[in-house]
């Protein structure tokens, strides 16, 4: 809300030397945010001028300007010879003039400069060059705006263009904020300064009358809210649409953000700003017969001031004649009915909209306006008589109307506001604060509530202008913001005893610690993606799976929830890649949504916010929503070490991304197997499989070049995704460290053939679970496959390690428990010896 500080000044005590910094640091005590401060951005001499005579002088380019002689008074060199191109001002005009070392909005520094064979002197200014507006076809001639003001007078202060504006963020739930009734207020609250309501209700002048005929129809109200609870309709005959709006008025209409249109809409916009009641005028000769607010009908149109036909909807609110719709309530007008310059009886509309309805209409057309803006933010219920009386009152004096005594309105509803209960402890021991009864009850009176004494406390009473006040924990913002925030003491909140994280979030952050440490980075994302993706990367055969389609999707393009983690990771690679970051290790935790196929997700009915649900409720929704379980995923492209001098560079291979696994196996407490698998986005025969304690629980494997080319990203990429919940579930609840031996170990070697089909980590298993629990650890060191061996046979090298916790073993123990492993080998795999 930009509000110039003259305006603020007439309804509350402003110091004369006040700055608009000052001001705006007042206002932040109660609760405001401050934008920015807005001036016209000119500096003198600009005074006004005389047109003594001028010479029409015809250019080359068909052009023809005026060699003027302009008297601006003995003070400020009397006739001045200046050079003007418009055509719209006579002799005996008085204008506008920019002396040599004037600045105009820009910035556009005047300076006396030959042009057209003539040294211009100076230059006759138009409305757009001072700021005041975006007429630019012809100068600014003072007898347009009513003005008569010797030569020589300061045009600055004559035409307001020395004034301020300060501009305020008004949150939704202040809406009254937003006029300079509801700023001057808050002012009022930061400072102490005498506050002059301009909105006090006139006796004699709230009834109903017959003036015009108006009527409401809305017995069926949309969604139990009735669209209209006020209408009040005045009459004013006879004004001249052509007689120019105040200088003072559209000075301070454009500091507010709002250019002037002509007197009549002038006047209905300033009143909306003053007292924060839109109001609409109508041309009384335009329309036919009384009005009706009403609904819309399915079909009907409506063009609006904007020049645009709009069909409406049936819960829109609509302002009718006889004709049919001539306005959108609360929202813009119709073209029908717009006010001209031929206008000559005006009809003058205020009145009480229902919040939700207009807000609806507002978003259903993108029709946002200042009209909508404050009606969606709610009203004050009590000032539209005043409004429309305001309005009324400037259009007889500034465009010579009369006013007819008869109102005219469809409704008053006495406003009635209920009382709120606030506990006499609530307060302080709310904002923990000590705050005395008189302060809060100073603090709630002075935002305009009424208190009452009760039991065991008061019953206050929100002023009508605050629909935001609805319990006591509003009040009790309200008695903190009035009292000052600076009184709130920062004080840290002692954590209760006995909690923490659970077994779950400290697996997880375990996991991405140990992954951070080693190398990787971790890279957010958002979790959308398309269904091929999902095809692709969330199943290992690449055949469609569902997936949750987004309703309003932030990219069209990506309107999927993601089953894997591994295309958000090839999109961060690809964005890095393309940046000349080509060495990457990156990895990611976050859930993926895995709906089971044949299963509806979502509800249509929504809880009421007031109460908490109960348990078949919470249920329900719960079933409502697909499984979302925690996946981890890392990526690896690129070289793993970067070349260095006698060290060529080390690409990235499957073995870094298997040391990847085993760094999450370690941090999660398991041991996690790996077998050969296929996947549809893995390259054949560099896929694993990941189980722990024979459940799957993620892959392992090289991108095919044909997937990792497609995100544009040309070496080899290899990738790794669990289930990181499961994995984390299967560890059990407390991971314990095995103890560690003082005696040596006795190592051995064993070279086993057996068919090729036969998995490595199959046959080593079979060697752990023989050799027995002298067996500490076992490794492959050898994958042979040529000349000694049969053909459709291999021959695996395993080191393998013993050490017993209790005696130096000898070479015979370890020896027996080699060949027990072999020979459970040769059971399971008919594994030999290989000589």
């Known amino acids: 809300m930009r509000v110039p500080l003259s305006w603020l000044r007439e309804y509350v005590d402003l110091p004369t030397d006040a700055s608009p910094e000052a001001v705006l640091a007042d206002l932040v005590r109660v609760g405001f945010e401050e934008e920015d401060v807005h001036r016209f951005d000119l500096t003198g ?17 068909g052009k023809t300007i005026r060699w003027c002689q302009v008297d601006v008074g003995p003070d400020h060199g009397g006739v001045r010879g200046i050079v003007c191109g418009a055509g719209n001002f006579f002799a005996g005009d008085k204008v506008v003039v920019t002396l040599p070392g004037a600045v105009l909005p820009g910035p556009f520094p005047i300076a006396a400069r030959k042009t057209y064979g003539h040294v211009s002197d100076g230059m006759i200014a138009s409305a757009k060059e ?19 003001a010797p030569v020589g007078t300061d045009a600055i202060t004559l035409l307001g263009l020395d004034d301020v504006a300060i501009d305020v963020n008004v949150t939704p739930d202040r809406g009254y904020a937003l006029s300079v009734r509801g700023v001057a207020r808050e002012y009022s609250h930061a400072t102490g300064a005498a506050f002059r309501d301009p909105a006090e209700r006139a006796g004699g002048d709230t009834d109903p009358g017959t003036g015009f005929p108006v009527a409401v129809d809305d017995a069926a109200p949309i969604r139990g809210r009735v669209g209209a609870t006020e209408f009040v309709a005045r009459v004013v005959r006879g004004v001249d649409p052509t007689k120019p ?48 607010v009403r609904r819309a009908t399915a079909g009907e149109t409506l063009e609006t001031l904007d020049g645009k036909v709009r069909t409406l909807d049936v819960e829109d609110l609509l302002i009718t004649d006889e004709s049919g719709p001539i306005g959108l309530a609360g929202v813009m007008g119709g073209a029908t009915t717009e006010m001209t310059d031929a206008t000559r009886n005006v009809l003058i509309e205020a009145a009480t909209f229902d919040t939700v309805t207009i807000a609806r209409s507002a978003r259903r057309h993108k029709l946002p306006s200042e009209a909508s803006r404050r009606f969606e933010r709610g009203v004050d219920p009590l000032i539209p008589f005043a409004a429309s009386r305001r309005v009324a009152d400037l259009m007889v004096e500034y465009a010579g109307g009369t006013l007819d005594p008869e109102l005219g309105g469809a409704l008053y509803a006495e406003v009635s506001i209920a009382g709120i209960t606030l506990p006499t402890g609530f307060v302080p021991g709310l904002i923990g604060v000590h705050y005395t009864a008189e302060e809060i009850v100073a603090s709630l009176e002075k ?25 006591k924990w509003t009040l009790a913002e309200e008695v903190a913001r009035i009292g000052g925030y600076d009184r709130i003491p920062s004080i840290l909140p002692t954590p209760p005893s006995g909690r923490g994280l659970t077994l779950a979030q400290q697996g997880r952050r375990r996991v991405a ?20 993706a999902n095809d692709l990367h969330g199943s290992a055969s690449g055949e469609h799976l569902p997936s949750i389609k987004l309703a309003n999707a932030l990219d069209g393009q990506s309107p999927f929830l993601r089953r894997s983690l591994v295309p958000a990771l090839l999109d961060v690679a690809h964005r890095n890649v393309s940046r000349g970051f080509t060495d990457l290790a990156l990895f990611k935790t976050g859930v993926v949504f895995a ?16 109460v908490r649900p109960d348990a078949a409720t919470l249920a329900a929704l719960d079933d409502a929503i697909p499984p979302q379980p925690r996946h981890v995923a890392v990526l690896l492209t690129g070289n793993v070490a970067a070349k260095q001098p006698g060290h060529p560079a080390v690409p990235a291979e499957l073995g870094d991304a298997l040391d990847a696994v085993r760094t999450i196996a370690a941090a999660a407490g398991v041991t996690i197997d790996v077998a050969q698998t296929q996947r549809a986005a893995l390259h054949p025969g560099r896929a694993g499989v990941l189980s722990v304690h024979g459940i799957e629980v993620g892959y392992v ?31 059990g609840e407390r991971v314990v460290a095995a103890s560690l031996s003082g005696y040596p170990a006795a190592t051995q070697d064993v070279s086993l053939v057996l068919p090729v089909e036969v998995p490595a980590a199959d046959l080593s298993a079979a060697l752990v679970d023989g050799a027995g629990e002298l067996l500490e650890a076992v490794r492959l060191v050898d994958d042979y496959r040529g000349s000694g061996v049969p053909e459709g046979s291999k021959s695996l090298t395993f080191a393998l390690r013993f050490r017993a916790p209790d005696r130096t073993l000898t070479a015979a123990e370890a020896t027996e428990s080699k060949l027990a492993g072999v020979a459970l080998a040769a059971t399971r795999f008919g594994a030999t010896l290989r000589e």
């Open 513 to 532: 610690n140990a992954l951070a440490a080693a190398g990787y980075v971790e890279t957010p994302s958002f979790p959308f993606t398309t269904e091929a």
């Open 701 to 731: 494997g090289e991108l095919l070049p044909a997937v990792a080319e497609a995100a544009d990203l040309h070496g080899r990429v290899m990738v790794a995704e669990l289930d990181l919940d499961l994995t984390l579930s299967l560890a």
């Open 130 to 148: 001072l700021g005041l507006g975006e007429e630019h076809n012809g100068i600014l001639r003072l007898v347009e705006l009513g003005i008569d």
């Open 595 to 610: 709906p089971a196929p044949g299963v509806a997700y979502g509800t249509d009915s929504v809880p009421p916010l007031a």
């Open 45 to 61: 001499p600009i005074v006004v001028g005389e047109v003594v005579s001028f010479e029409p002088e015809p250019q080359s380019n």
């Open 245 to 292: 709006t105040p200088a003072w008025m559209i000075a301070r209409l454009s500091l507010a953000g709002i250019r002037s249109l002509g007197i009549l809409i002038d006047i209905t916009n300033y009143v909306m700003l003053e007292l924060g009641q839109p109001t609409h005028g109508y041309d009384l000769d335009r329309l036919q017969g009384g009005i009706t």
């Open 447 to 471: 935002i305009g509530a009424e208190v009452l004494d009760g039991e065991g406390g008061w019953t206050v009473i929100p002023p009508s202008w605050r629909p935001d006040l609805t319990d």
